[in-house]
């Protein structure tokens, strides 16, 4: 059918990354499922949690962008650069 699927990982504030700790824990069900089902090249998984560039002033609280600022725009533009 040449569907695709793009799961985007948002980004995690540096507080809330320290309490949560260990991202794999939240998130190895679902990249077993990519593996398991062999959905690599239409299933992509694009990870912002603990992407560098997301600062705690890009954020509106603690696990929301900002809607009006930088980091939601940069977000925006890398997962548009993604869809093609």
Sequence with gaps: MGHRVL???PPCRHDLRA????KNRYF???????EQFKLV???DIVDFYDDPFFQYEHFGDFDHLDPQGEG???LTDMVM????
Excluded: A, K, P, T
């Design 72 to 74: 939601c725009r940069y």
């Design 19 to 22: 309490v949560l700790h260990d």
């Design 41 to 43: 090249g239409n299933f």
């Design 81 to 84: 650069s993604r869809i093609g």
């Design 7 to 9: 799961v985007v990982i």
């Design 28 to 34: 190895q069900e679902l990249h077993w499922v990519r």
